[in-house]
């Protein structure tokens, strides 16, 4: 590694051709990562993004990341726009962000957006000057919200890199790291950083690809660590796929991990160890939890010798560390810490004995007459269900009580001749364990359930 | 199944499924006297919904709620289709 002053690291101090073999690759093609530093996506004009504020709109995924690579230490900042970006958010985000250039694999498209410097990015070529690493670049992501223009939330390598540096050396023979996440979303991008800084490789996720040849690619990369949402995990445990990979490390996040999963993960990779992580674009990385059981030990509340400590105000989680985001970015940009550094996750909490468990979102809480539920809650409860793949409890309205609830369910077996007796036994479940307004009015079984583009159960009601 | 019998097993299933016991159901019970809270009555206009396609209390503005069993039957026997 180059030493540079700690605040210098860029992500090419990671790479070199010291370590032989490393790759990243999507489903078309593959680059070597070991010789990445004689190259450049950027058709020498790299020097040109020096101090500019860059925003980073590549259609694809591994240009996307080579970009990265290039851009890192050189501009002053980068904002990661992932494929989906919705056109008519662009200019707001251009301007809150004050972007003066643009990297694109397709410039044409953005010549008449009004941004001074257009630079293309394709395949690697060989690179005439190696580039070096003159700033911190500010690194900004969006959030994953799903109503209005997203939010801009700025990091540095260094908090990005927080979590991944703490838990030191990955274990020989290097990782291949793949995720279901796009890396330009805040889950992905900790599995790419992850992949570069553990010496190993990256394979990346393909739009349009099914599960099935997704996981039979993962398989035959030879994947060993792979990340996700609890609902990109329930859609993989769906495909007869699954059988034919064996990944050493699983990882979950973004989602409340319940148990089911967790254990739907055990029986399929009896061997791997499984982890759920608690992360947020804004908070950073809070935690993982290894010991396979939802919810995460009341011990991690209070300050930790990892520099992250976490409270938990009025039901929901807070966290202050050196990983989260600076501030929003913008003009009418909000506060993102309150004045003692601490980040509001949004996300509640309760303790039952010594641990906490997530029960929702603060803002999906559906009031039934007065009363409040977490569609989280239920979704728990079903899903213990051994026939449940995965389901969805959402608000409904009702004239009598303003909200019912009601759920969506996949069941293992899609055509099931048992829907009545197993209709009976999850409300038998629900009943069991939650208060009569959270048990659903109606189970509707259904052979889908959207997922979004940042790998979360829809919650159009929410 | 008439309207009439597809409210009635309905109910039953409810009441079932809440821990209620249902007295006999004719057109003069008054639906406080069936053990039916809130919820209950939530539940039974949530399903006659999907099974009916009629929400006849959220369909019209001005629509009381019912107070008797024949009350709650003729809201959805008069629901224009």
Request: charged share 20%.
């Amino acid at each position: 590694m180059n030493m540079s002053p700690r605040e210098m690291i860029s992500l090419r101090d990671y790479l070199g051709p010291h370590l032989k073999g490393r790759t990243i690759s999507d489903g078309r093609k593959l680059v070597s990562l070991t010789d990445i530093l004689g190259q450049t996506c950027l058709g020498g004009r790299l020097s040109e993004l020096s101090g500019r504020s860059v925003l980073l709109a590549a259609s694809d995924q591994l240009i996307s990341a080579l970009a990265m690579i290039d851009i890192d230490g050189v501009a002053k900042r980068m904002l990661l726009a992932p494929h989906d970006l919705d056109a008519d958010h662009v200019s707001a985000l251009i301007a809150d962000a004050e972007i003066d250039a643009v990297v694109t694999d397709h410039p044409a498209q953005w010549r008449q957006a009004g941004i001074g410097l257009v630079v293309a990015a394709g395949q690697p070529t060989a690179s005439a000057v190696a580039a070096r690493t003159e700033r911190a670049t500010e690194w900004l992501m969006l959030t994953s919200g799903t109503t209005g223009v997203p939010k801009i939330v700025s990091h540095t390598l260094g908090g990005l890199t927080g979590a991944i540096v703490a838990d030191g050396p990955t274990q020989a023979p290097a990782p291949t790291w793949a995720t279901f996440y796009d890396i330009r979303r805040y889950g992905g991008l900790q599995i790419f950083l992850r992949a570069i800084l553990s010496g190993g490789s990256m394979v990346l996720s393909e739009p349009g690809e099914t599960v099935g040849q997704h996981l039979a690619r993962l398989a035959a990369c030879g994947v060993t660590h792979i990340s996700g949402t609890p609902s990109h995990w329930r859609k993989a445990l769906m495909s007869a796929s699954i059988d034919t990979f064996s990944p050493r490390y699983v990882r979950l996040s973004g989602e409340i991990a319940d148990q089911a999963v967790l254990d739907g993960l055990k029986r399929a990779f009896p061997t791997a160890s499984i982890g759920h992580a608690y992360a947020s674009t804004e908070a950073g990385v809070g935690f993982a939890v290894n010991d396979g059981l939802e919810g995460f030990p009341a011990a991690l509340i209070g300050r930790s010798d990892n520099g992250v400590e976490m409270l938990v105000r009025d039901g929901t989680l807070w966290i202050r560390s050196t990983r989260t985001a600076g501030a929003y970015i913008g003009r009418d940009a909000a506060a993102l810490r309150d004045p003692e550094g601490f980040v509001d996750t949004g996300d509640m909490v309760e303790l039952r004995e010594d641990r906490y468990h997530f029960v929702g979102r603060r803002g999906g809480i559906i009031n039934v007459g007065g009363l409040k539920v977490h569609p989280e809650e239920i979704e728990t409860v079903i899903n213990r269900h051994a026939q449940v793949r995965m389901s969805r409890a959402r608000s409904r309205r009702s004239p009598i009580t303003g909200a019912i609830v009601v759920a969506d369910v996949i069941l293992a077996d899609g055509g099931s001749n048992a829907q009545s007796r197993i209709r009976d036994e999850i409300l038998g479940n629900c009943r069991a364990s939650l208060a009569p307004h959270k048990i659903p009015a109606v189970i509707r079984f259904v052979p889908s359930l959207e997922i979004t583009a940042a790998g979360k159960l829809a919650r159009h009601d929410a | 199944m008439s309207v009439r019998l597809k409210i009635f097993a309905a109910m039953k299933q409810i009441a079932v499924e809440q821990g209620v016991t249902l007295p006999p159901l004719d057109d003069d019970l008054r639906l406080h006297e069936t053990g039916f809270d809130s919820l209950g009555f939530a539940i039974l206009v949530a399903r006659l919904e999907d099974e009916l396609g009629i929400d006849p209390f959220t369909m019209s503005e001005d629509a009381a709620f019912p107070l008797t069993i024949g009350d709650l039957v003729r809201a959805y026997e008069h629901v224009p289709a």
